[in-house]
């Protein structure tokens, strides 16, 4: 069973930094591109970064270049979202997910407040 859990989540001050990870079991994740989503109360779903299944990272929402880093560790079947300078813009759940063949598989969420 394909299953994937955020953690790291909290609340910070403008500035601050994070760093959220996603636990994966259930499928060869080394094998597997790897993406972060966030949603804001009241909008979409809307895609972070993506990482490759080599560790490139392939791909930032324009509003979070330079401010987050995606990695991986395949040997630990982890991802990680590193989240700086931290504005209240930023404020959404966050999703790990995976696209498989069989299916997209997506974590609970793990909730980021910058701000008051």
């Known amino acids: 069973q394909v299953k994937l859990v955020e953690s790291g989540g909290g609340l910070v001050q403008p500035g601050e930094s994070l760093l959220l990870s996603c636990t994966t079991s259930?499928?060869?994740?080394r094998f597997w591109t790897i993406r972060w989503y966030r949603q804001a109360p009241g909008k979409e779903r809307n895609?972070?970064?993506?990482?490759?299944?080599?560790?490139?990272?392939?791909w930032y929402r324009d509003s979070v270049k330079g401010r987050f880093t995606i990695s991986r560790d395949n040997a630990k079947a982890m991802a990680y979202l590193q989240m700086n300078d931290l504005k209240p813009e930023d404020t959404a759940v966050y999703y790990c997910?995976?696209?498989?063949?069989?299916?997209?598989?997506w974590g609970p969420g793990t909730q980021v407040t910058v701000g008051s």
């Open positions: 259930g499928f060869e994740f």
């Open positions: 895609q972070v970064a993506r990482i490759s299944p080599n560790g490139i990272p392939e």
């Open positions: 997910a995976v696209y498989l063949p069989d299916g997209e598989s």
